[in-house]
């Protein structure tokens, strides 16, 4: 299933340790002084870890 493929593709090329460091980032991920875009980037970059 589409489930399945996308834990095995998780779990191959992005290891448990690097998902928990991603999703900290993301949880403390804040706009402050960023512009609008940068923050927008950011934000993409980091939920592309969480599908």
């Known amino acids: 299933t589409w489930e399945d493929f996308k834990r095995v593709i998780l779990d191959k090329y992005f290891p448990e340790d690097v998902r928990n460091k991603k999703e ?9 002084n960023m ?17």
Do not use: D, H, N, S
Not at 24 to 32: A, C, D, N, P, S
Not at 35 to 51: D, Q
């Open 24 to 32: 900290m980032e993301f949880l403390e991920l804040k706009q402050g």
């Open 35 to 51: 512009i609008v875009a940068k923050y927008a980037t950011k934000f993409e970059e980091l939920v592309r870890y969480f599908p």
